[in-house]
């Protein structure tokens, strides 16, 4: 489709967060999206099936802060 086709046309850096026990999504398919983005960082969570965000809140909570404020647009995080 059309979303599969312009991968290659993102120009913002991507977070990919995936669990190693996907039932629905092979977890090798993270290879066939770091090929496509040039700018991805991915990360497999352990111990964890299609819902990453359900399963390990905490982990994705962190994950995402920490890569947004590698961003720069980190001012858009909240302030502690």
Do not use: A
């Not at 991915?42 to 809140?57: A, F, K, L, M, T």
């Not at 994950?63 to 947004?68: D, G, V």
């Amino acid at each position: 489709g059309p979303i599969e086709r312009d991968l290659h046309r993102l120009n913002h850096p991507v977070l990919l967060i995936w669990g190693d026990r996907d039932k629905y999504l092979d977890v090798g398919l993270t290879q066939h999206f770091k090929t496509r983005i040039k700018d991805i960082r991915i990360e497999i969570i352990g111990d964890c099936g299609h819902s990453p965000h359900e399963e390990n809140p905490d982990l994705v909570n962190r994950l995402m802060t920490e890569f947004l404020g590698e961003q720069q647009y980190s001012n858009l995080l909240p302030q502690s």
